[in-house]
């Protein structure tokens, strides 16, 4: 088994069960220690659905809020299965670029801003995409406008309801 500062390989021993089925540490078995680490918000859901007992993982740990030196402080952003190697990643990094010219204010603009916001949190998103204001995307017509990074898809007017499945679909799915 090999680690660096914040890499750490070992093998998966499951989760440690938390009460209300919430799948916050995992056990790794490092050499002959047995190591409790936090997984980051993000990767929880791929984690249990994706990793089998006994695989062997490559854990990424949070530079900020890990300490290498402490057991008892170690937190993974990132894990990648070594046998097939396969990344569990986390949501790519994005940005919504919102207009912020008078049509689409006028049009729901701000709405938009919080039913994007709400929608970011919900999703566990809020720390992977950011949102930014812009000049006129020339969609004026079909206000409010906004356009979703990386992959500059431009969107016209949106029903706040369809927003879950629109973000979740471009920034979660592989
Ligand atoms: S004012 Fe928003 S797209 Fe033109």
């Known amino acids: 088994m090999t680690s660096t500062a914040h890499q750490i390989e070992g093998q ?3 989760f440690i069960p938390k009460p209300k089925n919430k799948l916050k540490y995992m056990q790794l078995q490092v050499g ?8 980051a ?22 530079k900020k809020k890990s300490d290498p030196k402490c057991q ?13 190697g396969q990344s569990i990643s986390t949501a790519k990094q994005g940005k919504i670029l919102i207009c912020r010219k008078s049509s689409c204010s006028k049009k729901g603009g701000k709405q938009l801003y919080a039913a994007l916001v709400e929608t970011l949190k919900n999703l566990g998103l809020e ?29 016209k007017y949106v029903d706040p309801q ?5 973000l979740e679909a471009h920034y979660l799915r592989k």
């Not at 002959?32 to 997984?39: N, P, S, Y």
């Not at 008892?72 to 097939?84: G, M, Q, R, V």
């Open 162 to 166: 369809n927003l879950p499945s629109l």
């Open 41 to 62: 918000k993000e990767i929880r859901k791929p984690v249990a659905k994706e990793v089998e007992v006994g695989e062997k993982l490559l854990v990424s740990l949070d």
């Open 72 to 84: 008892l402080k170690l937190k993974a952003d990132h894990i990648k299965k070594l046998d097939s």
């Open 12 to 14: 998966f021993l499951g």
């Open 32 to 39: 002959e220690r047995v190591l409790a680490i936090k997984l």
């Open 127 to 155: 720390n992977q995409v950011s949102i930014e204001f812009t000049g006129c995307q020339k969609q004026c017509k079909q206000a409010p406008s906004f356009i979703l990074m990386p992959g500059k898809v431009k969107h």
